[in-house]
């Protein structure tokens, strides 16, 4: 990552908020930085390829300003810029992606919890000011932290570090609560394998960890936060991960058969053909989580709440539903749903395009459950408003013609 970079700020926003993006971009350049603003760029853009260009754009800025409005996580290209953004945002080793507000919309992959510039009650002058003192606050203490991480600093977290992947829970929960570590980045760190845990970890924060394919069967993760991070294709057998919490996780292809899910929070995940059969997922909390070709057989999910999520072939068989909340979901092409306990179960605002799948939802007791909807445009028209990617949208539309 280089020291140096060529942008101060780069923006991102959908065109009809350009007038917002034209008048921050000037009063950025008055104060002196160096701003990425497409218009001011168009000669060097000429007959090049965009999207090319556009990663090489956030490899070079320092921070990239997303202006979030309605249009935002619907438009194919801004879909496309915060994609490549959250790639490189987890390269970093300090925040990259700075929120703008202009309305309440969200935007997938853009936590609730991070800090952001309000426009609807600051205006862009005060919005710039904040963004310029920043740049320059970070400015003045980019030597402090690269002493910090050349000394004794670097040296106690690598040996964390090796007490994480050795297993020694125990003593790594002694030092850290000496070393004060409320966060543990450990970005680029790939364990894998069969990672076996002779302890529990104390309430703790894991960011940018790579635990893909790795065996974590019978182990004891419960009431961690686990953010930015990839656990593809990991096996959790048995393991317990009650009130863990998930944020912007790749949880796709995990085997989560018996797993203890109880109180766990997912958010912004990708839960694409994982294995949650028999798991229990009580009072679990999954919001804009894709669920693609999952299997949900014989799952606890009583009481549970699915908000804005995409089920899509997702099999539910003997599955427990009761009480359990799909507010504003997709449900498309559910078509294993047998002796489902769906009693009190809620789908307001849900979208299902299966009309057997309703009908049986209603004569189980189901709440709030809407007529079946095949029009494929509409369809269209809520998938891209998931902000999941183009192709799972192109894969979902093919099957549904």
């Known amino acids: 990552m280089p020291e140096e970079y060529e942008y101060d700020f780069a923006i991102s926003f959908a065109g009809q908020n350009r007038d917002t993006a034209d008048n921050l971009a000037k009063l950025l350049t008055e104060g002196d930085a160096r701003v990425f603003y497409d218009l001011n760029f168009q000669a060097h853009l000429l007959g090049k390829d965009f999207q090319q260009e556009w990663k090489k754009i956030c490899k070079i800025s320092k921070y990239l300003i997303v202006i979030v409005s309605e249009y935002y996580p619907v438009r194919e290209w801004t879909q496309f810029e915060f994609e490549v953004a959250k790639k490189e945002a987890q390269k970093r080793e300090t925040e990259f992606i700075l929120p703008l507000l202009i309305d309440s919309s969200e935007v997938v992959g853009l936590p609730y919890t991070t800090s952001h510039i309000d426009l609807r009650n600051r205006d862009i002058k005060d919005a710039a000011k904040t963004l310029l003192s920043k740049l320059h606050d970070v400015s003045k203490q980019d030597n402090t932290l690269r002493k910090r991480d050349t000394g004794d600093y670097k040296k106690r977290r690598d040996n964390l570090i090796r007490l994480i992947i050795s297993g020694e829970i125990s003593k790594f929960n002694e030092i850290r609560i000496e070393e004060n570590y409320d966060t543990l980045d450990l970005r680029q760190l790939d364990i894998g394998g069969n990672w076996k845990l002779n302890g529990k970890f104390r309430p703790l924060t894991f960011d940018n960890i790579s635990l893909k394919k790795s065996v974590l069967d019978q182990s004891d993760l419960s009431e961690i936060r686990i953010k930015n991070s990839d656990l593809s294709a990991s096996t959790y057998y048995l393991a317990n991960l009650s009130e863990t919490r998930f944020e912007n996780v790749n949880a796709s292809n995990c085997f989560m058969q018996q797993t203890d899910l109880y109180g766990c929070f997912m958010r912004d995940c990708d839960c694409s053909n994982s294995n949650f ?86 004569s189980q007791g189901a709440i709030n459950v809407p007529d079946a909807i095949m029009d494929v445009q509409e369809i269209r028209r809520q998938l891209i408003r998931t902000s999941c990617s183009q192709i799972i949208i192109d894969k979902i539309l093919q099957n549904l013609r």
């Open 277 to 362: 059969s028999i798991a229990n997922l009580f009072t679990a909390y999954f919001s804009r989580c894709l669920i693609y070709h999952a299997n949900f057989s014989y799952a606890k999910c009583n009481n549970s709440s699915f908000d804005k999520c995409l089920f899509y072939d997702v099999n539910l068989n003997n599955s427990n539903l009761s009480e359990a909340s799909f507010e504003s979901s997709l449900l498309l092409n559910i078509s294993n749903f047998k002796n489902i306990n769906c009693l009190k179960a809620r789908f307001t605002h849900a979208l299902i395009n299966n009309e057997e799948f309703v009908l049986y939802l209603r």
